[in-house]
């Protein structure tokens, strides 16, 4: 039988070592460190009761985590959460992560909307590429925060929570960095605010823990869980490659990955605000920066017609279907 | 000797213990950072140390995209 040190708490045998806190950590006392980083993050954003909360379930890891920390912490909080999952249309992965945001949040007892996007505009994000001429990851970014911010707005969330851990936060602000965007580093605090009628307050509650935390994370709590790679995904991606090397310095300099994202948490806002104006997209009446948002420009070009007002009217019939649909806050 | 599935490739290894977990992952040229390490279903540290009959998983943390 395996050898496993003893949590430094209790005892127990240990699932990890915490650099941060320099301890082994049992289940239990691992799932209430994760726990208690969420925590701090909610604290910070204010949330309260009366909250409604949208969480991005993709079915990965990150998303199963996220769920799971935020299903645990409602009781203290006293929000209300909703999931939401966007069917990208990309295949058996898409089909497999379908399946596990709905057995996640069926599991968790959190409502679950589903945007399916050929449903919702009558193509799938590679199709949408291919007839746009674009990077099937630049569409699907695209498209993803346009329905994520829709769906808030329809669903008068106060945030909407993302599963980027601190792994990805520090990929987005070294690739920033590298190309001085400077302005997109102001963007990458543990959450942001609303703007009225126009854009729904990101929240980022796994921002001060790993990659690797949250796949434990996600193990401990038997979430179900799409372990499998987006097939467009290029590992060579900028952001693939920054947390390669990262993780090699962390273990040639433990600690240092922790103490960027605490540096960010605290420095982000000292960064320039983005110079360009806040408009109300004439087509959708969402979020742009003078004319027609992307989401709108991008289908008017590719379909023919923009299609922000139809995923609105789409995810508010899928609200009154589920029950949700003029209460939040 | 210990048993050792490799994610998500689905590559077996088999070690012979006893052996660090983090000694394993040098071994597959991934770091303490880039994997989780499960031993007979149950997440360990790298500082855990594999004994023959053990039933190894090895998981690589990666995005999903």
């Not at chain 1, 997109?184 to 690797?212: C, N």
């Not at chain 1, 390669?244 to 000292?270: C, S, T, W």
């Not at chain 2, 040098?26 to 594999?50: C, D, F, K, M, R």
Request: charged share 25%; aromatic share 6%.
């Amino acid at each position: 039988m395996a050898r496993i040190p003893p949590c430094s708490v209790c005892g127990e045998p240990a699932v990890a070592y915490v650099r941060p806190l320099r301890k082994f950590l049992c289940r239990e006392h691992f799932v209430e460190y994760f726990n208690r980083r969420v925590a701090r993050i909610l604290e910070r954003a204010r949330v309260g009761p009366g909250d409604r909360i949208l969480v991005a379930a993709s079915g990965g890891k990150d998303s199963a985590a996220l769920l799971n920390a935020l299903a645990d912490l409602r009781g203290s909080f006293g929000y209300e959460l909703i999931a939401i999952h966007i069917d990208l249309g990309i295949g058996d992965f898409s089909r497999e992560s379908r399946r596990a945001a709905e057995v996640e949040s069926a599991r968790l007892g959190v409502p679950l909307v589903v945007v399916d996007l050929r449903e919702a505009i009558g193509v799938s994000v590679p199709e949408l590429a291919r007839i746009s001429r674009r990077p099937t990851c630049s569409v699907c970014g695209l498209v993803k925060r346009y329905v994520l911010n829709a769906a808030a707005i329809e669903s008068r969330a106060r945030y909407i929570a993302t599963g980027h851990n601190g792994d990805d936060i520090i990929a987005y602000a070294i690739k920033s960095f590298l190309s001085q965007d400077l302005e997109s580093l102001r963007k990458l605090g543990p959450y942001s605010d609303s703007i009225e009628g126009l854009a729904v307050g990101r929240l980022r509650p796994l921002y001060m823990l790993t990659e690797k935390e949250s796949l434990v994370y996600a193990l401990l709590k038997g979430a179900h869980i799409n372990t499998a790679t987006c097939p467009h995904l290029d590992p060579d991606q900028l952001e693939v490659v920054i947390k390669h090397l990262m993780n090699e310095f962390e273990v040639r300099r433990p600690g240092v990955k922790i103490q960027l994202l605490g540096n960010l948490a605290r420095r982000y806002r000292d960064y320039p605000e983005p110079g360009e104006a806040v408009a109300a997209c004439p087509s959708c009446g969402l979020i742009s920066s003078g004319g027609e948002c992307s989401f709108c420009r991008l289908t008017r070009k590719a379909l023919g017609e923009p299609m922000g007002r139809r995923v609105r009217l789409y995810i508010r019939g899928k609200l009154e279907e589920l029950g949700l649909m003029g209460q939040g806050g | 000797m210990a048993r050792v599935v490799i994610e998500p490739e689905g590559r077996v290894i088999e070690v012979r213990g006893p052996l660090r977990v983090g000694e394993l992952l040098a071994s597959l040229g991934l770091s303490y950072e880039e994997a989780v390490v499960l031993i007979n279903g149950t997440p360990v540290p790298e500082q855990a140390v594999i004994e023959g009959e053990d039933e190894v998983r090895v998981l690589r943390v990666r995005s999903s995209g």
